[in-house]
C-alpha cells in the first residue's frame, strides 16, 4: 500500500472508479477528479488559476490529505516524496501537495490496472538507493 494511503482513501478510490479500464490512459485520472489548474484562455490572455475543482469532491479531498499525510508524516523516503519535496522547493508546499494528489491518483490507477504493489524505491535492493 501506498505512504499516507490508507483503507478510506482506497476505499473511495475504488468506487469512484468502479472500472479502471474504461480510463483509457492514467494520466487522464488527475483531470477526472478537479485536480488540474483552471485555465482562462481569451486572445492573448492566458491565465493558469487555481485548481478546476470539477469531479468528486470526497475522491479530491481523500487523495489530498493522503498527500498531505505522506509529505509531513510519512519518516519512510520514497521516490514520490522525494519529487514532491523537490515541486514544493520549486512552486511551493499547496501546489506540491496538489501535484502529489495528482500523482498518487494515477499510480492508484496503475497499480489497480496491473495489480503490482507499490514500490518503495526504483531499485530492487534498498541499500543502493
Known amino acids: 500500500m501506498l505512504a499516507g ?3 478510506l482513501t482506497a476505499i473511495t478510490f475504488r ?11 492514467s ?3 488527475g483531470p477526472l477528479f478537479g485536480l488540474t489548474l483552471r485555465r482562462y484562455q481569451s486572445g492573448e490572455t492566458d491565465v493558469m488559476g487555481r485548481m478546476s475543482k470539477a469531479g468528486d469532491v ?7 490529505e493522503a498527500a498531505n499525510s505522506m509529505r509531513t508524516r510519512s519518516k519512510r523516503m520514497s521516490a514520490l516524496k522525494r519529487w514532491a519535496m523537490d515541486v514544493a ?14 500523482k498518487l491518483a494515477v499510480v492508484m490507477h496503475r497499480m489497480r490496472i496491473d495489480g503490482t504493489p507499490f514500490l518503495w524505491s526504483r531499485y530492487k535492493n534498498p541499500a543502493v538507493a
Not at 470526497?58 to 489530498?64: D, E, S
Not at 520549486?90 to 506540491?96: D, N, Q, S
Open 15 to 25: 468506487t469512484a472508479i468502479d472500472d479502471p479500464t474504461r480510463i483509457a490512459k
Open 89 to 102: 522547493k520549486r512552486r511551493g508546499h499547496k501546489r506540491a501537495l496538489v501535484a502529489l494528489a495528482r
Open 5 to 7: 494511503v490508507g483503507a
Open 27 to 29: 494520466c487522464d485520472v
Open 58 to 64: 470526497m475522491v479530491r479531498t481523500a487523495l489530498y
